[in-house]
């Protein structure tokens, strides 16, 4: 009984966390020209929740990038179902193995049918100022998709 209250806690918790996020729900097989940039993080992961408040939410609150890019993440804790880029049904997990992205947090570039823009960015350095800027560059720098 304890186990299925602490599921059912852990559930909870990370409703309210992505609810608290203003990254965009990934809804990958949807039609729309705009890239993606997609965190892969887990519970827990504290340098996963600092990418996101110091870097990826004033970049997507900049509306800097609103036309060109979407941000989401994707929680590898747990495979949850989830929707493709070409519509077929998969996991969180297999979704982030399939872009090698292993560790959290790991920042992925992909096009809107799922093809690497960039090469990922792993983790987060000490010097968050720099790596926002080298994110920036590299959101910029991305082909167009059209």
């Not at 992505?18 to 809804?27: N, V």
């Not at 997609?38 to 990038?65: H, K, N, W, Y």
């Not at 997990?93 to 947090?105: D, H, I, K, L, Q």
Request: net charge negative.
């Amino acid at each position: 009984m304890s186990r299925v209250m602490i599921v059912i806690g852990l559930i909870a918790l990370s409703i309210s966390a992505s609810a608290s996020s203003i990254l965009e729900e990934p809804a990958f097989s949807q039609s729309d020209s705009r890239s993606w940039v997609v965190m892969v993080t887990q519970p827990d992961c504290s340098f996963c929740v600092r990418l996101e408040e110091e870097i990826l939410q004033p970049l997507r609150a900049s509306g800097e990038f609103k036309g060109k890019i979407r941000f989401t993440t994707v929680d590898i804790g747990i495979a949850t179902p989830m929707i493709d880029f070409d519509g077929t049904k998969t996991t969180t997990v297999e979704f982030a193995s399939r872009y090698e992205a292993f560790g959290t947090p790991t920042l992925l570039f992909l096009s809107p049918r799922g093809d690497p823009l960039a090469p990922p960015k792993y983790g987060v350095p000490d010097i968050v100022d720099f790596y926002a800027h080298e994110i920036e560059q590299t959101i910029r720098n991305l082909p167009p998709t059209n």
